[in-house]
């Protein structure tokens, strides 16, 4: 396991939850940190990333959701606020990484994915 996620829950519409991500080794360089989601039986869509300290986030979730990061120690949070029933989906924090200078230089970078983690928004 390389990404560690944990907050997820159940929560009642309107309520907060926060979901943290934390690298279990270390990398030579984070390039985007961020997290997903997927609904049963939908596609897994983007939530919000950092790339090179620039956040994006997706139109539902602007004005509710704040995503954080901290590259140098391997950490992304994500603050859910004013929950509601469609945000309910499993959760995926995602990095991309070169995983030594080794790879830097050759251009090998990964893609790194969390174990899910379960966001129900339900009264």
């Known amino acids: 396991v390389q990404l560690l996620a944990s907050g997820g829950g159940l929560v009642q519409p309107g309520g907060s939850l926060r979901l943290s991500c934390a690298a279990t080794?270390?990398?030579?360089?984070?390039?985007?940190m961020g997290w997903y989601r997927q609904a049963p039986g939908q596609q897994r869509e983007s939530v919000a990333t950092?790339?090179?300290?620039?956040?994006e986030s997706s139109d539902s979730v602007k004005g509710r959701f704040t995503i954080s990061g901290d590259a140098a120690n391997g950490l992304v949070l994500l603050q859910m606020n004013n929950l509601v029933p469609e945000d309910t989906a499993v959760y995926y924090c995602?990095?991309?990484?070169?995983?030594?200078?080794?790879?830097?230089?050759?251009?090998?970078?990964?893609?790194?994915w969390g174990q899910g983690t379960q966001v129900t928004v339900s009264s």
């Open positions: 995602y990095f991309q990484v070169f995983s030594s200078i080794h790879d830097y230089r050759k251009g090998h970078q990964k893609d790194l």
């Open positions: 950092i790339t090179s300290g620039i956040i």
């Open positions: 080794t270390t990398f030579y360089r984070i390039n985007v």
